[in-house]
């Protein structure tokens, strides 16, 4: 099997990363860690990882059209592709901002969910490819290709 990326594809990727590393720094000036002192982080791991694939397998059982709003942005940016970079790299940096500059330990909640949510999107992803709207035009497709 041979994946082909499309530019939307990079774009979801570089974008995820950027907007998830200047989140999970962000999130210590946030005010919703003032709310998350005393919470479990199990419960937000498990959901995390959980919830985007059975949603995924939901979608797969029961095809519904995508809305022309998805269409229109999965032309340029890989959304499931962002929200997996996004959520990985909002705990990586968020982890590593809290080891090194001494953050708050009531956001560590919130980076466990990111963070979990992100690898739940890659098995959301691979459930159901077909929510990641890559436009069938913009393969280059070659009929003697035997890379399958």
Do not use: C
Request: hydrophobic share 50%; aromatic share 16%; glycine share 10%.
């Amino acid at each position: 099997m041979k994946i082909h990326f499309l530019p939307g594809d990079w774009l979801g990727l570089a974008a995820g990363t950027v907007a998830g590393l200047i989140q999970g720094i962000m999130i210590f000036s946030s005010n919703i860690i003032l709310h998350t002192e005393h919470m479990p982080v199990l419960p937000g791991v498990f959901f995390g990882l959980f919830a985007p694939a059975i949603l995924a397998l939901f979608s797969k059982i029961i095809p519904l059209p995508a809305p022309a709003t998805n269409q229109k942005i999965g032309r340029y940016i890989n959304m499931i592709f962002f929200m997996i970079t996004f959520g990985i790299f909002t705990a990586i940096s968020g982890f590593g901002y809290y080891l090194f500059v001494n953050g708050d330990s009531s956001a560590i909640p919130i980076l466990s969910f990111f963070g979990s949510a992100g690898i739940g999107f890659i098995f959301a992803y691979l459930i159901n490819p077909e929510l990641a709207f890559r436009p069938a035009s913009n393969f280059q497709t070659d009929a003697n290709n035997t890379d399958r």
